[in-house]
């Protein structure tokens, strides 16, 4: 076991010795102040002792802190009182990272973090040891990963994290025709057979002569659509730089080298093989898959809704604070508002409130729509290599790439006017790898029809067409319930304004019990799910209905939650987590209200079918071979 | 399947006692600092908060149960909401086994699971002895490495 830098255990003792003595202060300051017995004398003597215990505590952790490198693992022991074992395995590292301030490096000290997938903190943080170890440390840590991993695949079984991820392209022109591919009949001969012969001649029927975008430079307008029905789309590959590419030593790691994979899928389902050679020149290369065309670039501003546009309005309230107000005044008086705001009946306030509600709504509409005209503005979606690649916007341009082996999840998300007009979007989730600062979800189709949507989505994770299935009824009737309790608190809260302020007419707020019996139908009937084959298709919500695929390959973990409520109607929920950083509009992916049977069924076939899915997947890399699903 | 040690209910119990300790010492607080209370307030409040975390800690370990199953580990939990969840051993990022100072004094550790799901840390198995947490935490640590899977991040 090793220890850190012995200057830390200096370091620490300061630390925590200033710790203690806050610490020290506060607590003694707090007692004398409640306790009549204890007196502000004590700080005196609390403050001293807390430092002193605080040095020794942090001296302490220095002795109690341990590293190993052990064959298979890097361990870490830690704590005073508390203490933790931690243990992880080489393969899970995702990447070492030594950090030096200006003083460090005078004093020749670093920092080495250890970070495995998953959110939360830096899962190994060595605070700190020297220079020399830490270099060590990063080149070891390196070399056991890339021997675990030649381990591993020695085995005949591994997979490799960064490797394995491929999927099947989708056809444009199917896209914009909602046609099955006109590909589809002249598929390269070997399409279903994984021979490198037939691979070369799939590759040959593709010459590049499809349009190209530079996303840097925005030049979309010359983007020119594939116009040979023979070429097909091309996936091209080659070398991948993400963070963990450093990892992969090219030397350990030809294996998984540029010009050894290639996509395939089922027979019938049609698919183009990737060039064998490498293509760094054609890892820039952008392929369009999507474009936002005027119509639907209106249609998603107008039928979509940004409550944050409210803070806009707010902002407008504030500037223009006066004349607003003098344009609601107007607005009100013919319904009985206030002639000024400084006289009025409460009658006449209520009027008021009303009337700037509404045009609060109405400007709240007016400047998301227009936001979103702004920035999805000339959308366009592309595939570059491994990389989904968008831009947008107007007056700034956005534009960033999804690698598509880091997407965990793909989400159909509607409103009900977006339904109204068959409507919908298609966001891609990854793992915590959002180029956006909002988390790792982005729009790959902001607004397409919703066959189109569908089917880009059935294309983009190869699903079947999946036929949804609803909780059974007794859900419905739960909702009713949580409802009714709902209507009934705001008739009491309603009844309770009515006896401090002069409002009559409490009563009427009962009619809010009539919106219980559709609301709760609605959000019954749009709940769904659907086991299928290698996926498991999850849809909630009525605002903002969700539908999101989930290949089993992705599950994290599966968990069926039961409230008390729940349990007495014989209803369970079912969580299944992936890797995705979850947003704080977009839960994790759960089947509300299912029956307890079906919900523990749903919770095996998820468990059983990812193992299916590892195995197959072990197969097919054998084989020489790769698909996403 | 395997129930935790039943000494994780003096565990809960402890917690318990410490919660109550804090509550009757902010009762206190606003007794001296804020307004007069009756002098059965703070101690009444805090024997409610010990008498719920006692019948809490008995009905939860009576509810905790684990089972290491041939592809994944099984845990099922919980009071208001009862909870199974199923962690495939390949999903297993990384396994910590960890006590804090109630739990060093009486002889209990707790194994931590990781996976690179959004909930992270999720799983957590209270109530082990020492030995046994150690020897779970190898288990799942040599089937994390052997297994044939990636983590799919």
């Not at chain 1, 505590?57 to 203490?83: C, H, K, N, P, Q």
């Not at chain 1, 000290?109 to 020297?130: K, Y």
């Not at chain 2, 009905?59 to 939990?77: A, I, K, M, N, V």
Request: proline fraction near 5%; aromatic fraction near 10%; include cysteine.
């Amino acid at each position: 076991m090793n220890r850190l830098h012995p200057l830390s255990a200096v370091l620490m003792a300061l630390n925590r010795g200033v710790t203690g003595l806050f610490l020290g202060f506060v607590f003694a300051t707090v007692l004398a102040a409640v306790f009549d017995p204890v007196s502000g004398f004590w700080t005196v003597v609390a403050a001293p002792t807390g430092f002193l215990l605080g040095a020794a505590y942090g001296v302490a952790y220095y002795y109690r802190f341990e590293y190993e490198l052990t064959a298979d693992t890097f361990d870490l022991a830690s704590g005073v009182f508390a203490r933790r074992d931690r243990e992880i395995p080489y393969h899970r590292v995702q990447n070492v990272d030594v950090r030096q301030g200006v003083l460090f490096k005078l004093f020749g000290l670093a920092i080495v973090n250890v970070e495995t997938a998953g959110g939360g903190a830096t899962e190994g943080v060595l605070n700190f040891v020297g220079e020399d170890e830490a270099q060590r440390l990063q080149r070891e840590i390196r070399r056991l990963t890339a021997e675990s991993k030649r381990r591993r695949r020695k085995g005949g079984t591994a997979t490799d994290a960064e490797s394995a991820d491929d999927l099947e392209w989708v056809d444009p022109d199917a896209l914009e025709t909602g046609e099955d591919r006109p590909g589809e009949a002249i598929d390269p001969p070997g399409a279903a057979d994984p021979e490198p012969a037939e691979r070369a001649e799939g590759a040959t029927g593709s010459e590049p002569a499809e349009g190209r975008t530079e996303p840097a430079e925005g030049a979309t307008d010359d983007v020119t659509e594939p116009i040979d029905p023979d070429e097909g789309p091309r996936a091209v590959r080659g070398e991948r730089l993400d963070d963990d590419a450093d990892l992969e030593d090219g030397a350990i790691d030809t294996a998984s080298g540029p010009g050894d994979e290639r996509i395939d899928t089922a027979a019938g389902s049609g698919d183009w093989a990737v060039d064998d050679e490498p293509v760094f020149a054609d890892e820039y290369r952008t392929r369009r898959l999507f474009e936002l065309t005027a119509r639907e670039l209106l249609l998603y501003s107008f039928a979509s809704f940004r409550f944050a546009a409210a803070a806009a309005v707010f902002f407008f309230a504030f500037v223009a604070g006066d004349s607003a107000m003098e344009v609601v005044l107007a607005t009100a008086q013919p319904f009985g508002g206030p002639e000024t705001i400084a006289t009025g009946t409460p009658r006449g306030y209520a009027i008021l409130t009303l009337v700037s509600l509404f045009y609060g709504a109405v400007l709240t509409y007016v400047v998301g729509a227009g936001f979103t005209f702004v920035s999805y503005y000339g959308f366009q979606l592309g595939r570059a290599g491994d990389d989904l690649v968008y831009e947008r916007g107007l007056l700034q341009n956005y534009s960033g790439s999804i690698p598509v082996g880091k997407v965990q999840s793909v989400t159909i998300t509607d409103n009900p006017l977006q339904r109204l007009i068959g409507y919908a979007g298609l966001w891609v989730e990854t793992a915590g790898y959002g180029p956006d600062s909002s988390g790792g979800s982005q729009s790959a189709i902001p607004l397409a029809t919703e066959r189109r949507a569908y089917r880009f989505a059935e294309r983009f994770t190869d699903l079947e067409r999946p036929t949804m299935e609803r909780p059974t009824s007794v859900a419905r009737r739960r909702y009713l319930a949580r409802y009714s309790i709902v209507a009934g608190l705001f008739v009491a809260a309603v009844y309770g304004l009515s006896t401090v302020t002069p409002i009559a007419g409490w009563q009427y707020a009962a009619l809010a019990f009539l919106a219980v019996p559709p609301a709760a139908h609605l959000k019954w009937i749009h709940l769904g799910y659907y086991v299928g084959e290698n996926h498991v298709v999850i849809r909630s919500g009525f605002w903002r209905r969700q539908t999101t695929v989930i290949p089993y390959y992705r599950v994290q973990t599966i968990n069926t939650r039961r409230s008390i409520f729940q349990r007495r109607l014989g209803l369970a929920s079912l969580v299944v987590d992936t890797a995705s950083s979850q947003t704080f509009f977009r839960g994790t992916p759960t089947v509300y209200d299912a029956d307890l049977a079906v919900a523990r069924s749903i919770h095996d076939d998820c468990r059983e079918r990812l193992q299916t899915a590892l195995a197959k997947r072990a197969a097919d890399e054998d084989a020489g071979e790769i698909e996403f699903d | 399947m395997e129930s935790l040690h039943p000494r994780i209910r003096l565990l809960w119990i402890a917690q318990a006692a410490v919660g109550a300790a804090i509550v009757g010492l902010i009762a206190a607080g606003v007794d001296s600092q804020i307004r007069e209370l009756p002098a059965a307030v703070p101690v009444g409040a805090g024997l409610v908060v010990f008498l719920v975390g006692v019948v809490y800690a008995v009905l939860l370990y009576g509810r905790w149960h684990f089972d290491l199953r041939e592809d994944s580990l099984y845990l099922e939990r919980g009071v208001i909401t009862f909870v199974e969840t199923s962690v495939p051993f390949v999903r297993v990022q990384h396994v910590d086994t960890r006590f804090g100072p109630i739990e060093r004094a009486l002889g209990l550790s707790s194994l931590v699971v990781y996976t690179a799901g959004s909930r992270n840390a999720d799983v957590r198995v209270p109530g082990l002895t020492p030995e046994r947490a150690r020897k779970l935490q190898d288990t799942l640590r040599d089937l994390a490495v052997e297994s044939e899977g990636d983590d799919a991040v």
